[in-house]
């Protein structure tokens, strides 16, 4: 997983993203032509649009092409569902479709905007507060409590209110006794519990999950899924979520299964089946 690798550094990253929300960033940009190109969705463009794009690494003399030629459009407020066996590439793919690493071929447009015409600096400037992240591994800084966490997103993009901003999304995912605990004194629930609220923090446009529930057991993981979708539906916000479990993906609007590089269509089976099993 390109973004994944260390803990602290996605953090921080994920903090970064929100330092250019207080200078108008949410406001959508279209002032490209690539972007009036777009087909139009829902809110005149779809959030996400990509086109074609592929996924090549080199090791030694040998090319791997992890994603090929791949398309996908997603509308404001649609929630979907990426399966696909373990190795198949869905954690690379959420790391292009959020920006947080760059394609080999093809385009990529993100809020109307073309990527591939921002730098990296770019990048986390168009994400400021209009994206959110939950990780697999939480990825909470183990030095700071649950309420510094949370206010991570807001700390670089100062604004009125930020701990009692953080303060109350900690209560609204039922941890409003905790915001001062680190995150060795929580357990793995509680603490995805703080990462879902650290991605809601900024009211987002736009949230990526990656399998949210892979480290929680199943009743631990089925309260957090509530909660995310419960937070997701109330807030009106698109939903990319990549997930092994067939009953997980079958709560969102549109599912797809990503294979030999590329998506397709995809109806799950109504049992709870574990995509890496199959």
């Known amino acids: 997983m390109p973004y994944s690798s260390d803990q602290t550094e996605n953090s921080a990253a994920h903090a970064s993203s929100t330092t250019e929300h207080s200078n108008g960033i949410r406001r959508p940009l279209t002032d490209t032509p690539a972007a009036h190109n777009v087909p139009h969705g829902v809110s005149g463009y779809p959030v996400l649009h990509a086109d074609r794009l592929s996924k090549k690494v080199t090791s030694g003399e040998r090319s791997l092409t992890i994603l090929h030629e791949l398309s996908l459009s997603v509308e404001a407020g649609e929630s979907v569902a990426i399966l696909g066996k373990s190795g198949a590439g869905k954690s690379t793919l959420l790391g292009l479709l959020a920006g947080l690493d760059t394609p080999s071929d093809g385009e990529l447009m993100l809020f109307g905007q073309a990527l591939s015409r921002l730098d990296e600096d770019g990048r986390a400037a168009l994400r400021a507060g209009r994206v959110g992240f939950v990780f697999q591994n939480f990825q909470l800084l183990p030095t700071l409590s649950a309420l510094e966490n949370v206010m991570l997103p807001l700390e670089l993009s100062p604004r009125a209110g930020e701990t009692q901003t953080a303060t109350k999304w900690l209560a609204r995912v039922g941890l409003g006794e905790r915001v001062d605990h680190l995150p060795k004194q929580l357990s793995g629930g509680e603490q995805q519990r703080v990462a879902v609220a650290r991605a809601f923090v900024t009211d987002p446009e736009l949230v990526f999950a990656d399998e949210p529930t892979g480290n929680l057991d199943p009743d631990t993981g089925a309260q957090v899924i509530d909660l ?18 067939h009953a997980l993906a079958r709560r969102c609007d549109r599912c797809l299964r990503l294979d030999q590089g590329k998506l397709e269509p995809f109806v799950p089976v109504a049992a709870s089946v574990d995509e890496g099993t199959q």
Do not use: K, S, Y
């Open 228 to 245: 995310l979708f419960t937070l997701n539906r109330e807030a009106g916000t698109t939903l990319i979520l990549v997930t092994h479990d």
